[in-house]
């Protein structure tokens, strides 16, 4: 589509407007599905965590997208003395400060010592 348009009263002629469609195509899964394709806790009572937030809604409807994904780190919490035996499913989304704190390694003394990864 050509149109003229004025900017800072500069008057320019034939102006074209290109529309481009997103190549993203997100892949949905739901949390009790995720839980089937990558665990072994099929069968075992679970909790989830996305970036550190217990996630309180219903694992067969709450979707998370698998694209977004960046870890998924499977813990066991046991208590024999209160019965407690479930899993803890933690997720980490591709966020800025996930990936970056990803290309961290953190060894621990008497102090602690940061070193980043080079890539």
Do not use: C, W
């Not at 050509?2 to 997100?26: C, E, L, V, W």
């Not at 909790?47 to 813990?75: P, Q, R």
């Amino acid at each position: 589509m050509k149109d003229n348009i004025q900017i800072d009263n500069i008057q320019y002629y034939g102006q074209i407007h290109i529309r481009t469609k997103s190549s993203y195509t997100p892949k949905l899964i739901s949390l009790t599905d995720l839980k089937e394709k990558y665990t072994h806790l099929k069968n075992k009572p679970v909790v989830f965590m996305i970036d550190g937030s217990i996630i309180h809604a219903d694992y067969d409807t709450y979707m998370v997208d698998e694209n977004y994904i960046l870890t998924i780190i499977v813990d066991k919490i046991e208590n024999k003395q209160e019965k407690i035996d479930l899993g803890l499913i933690k997720l980490l989304t591709r966020s800025d400060e996930n990936i970056k704190n990803s290309k961290e390694i953190r060894i621990r003394g008497t102090e602690e010592t940061l070193i980043d990864k080079m890539y």
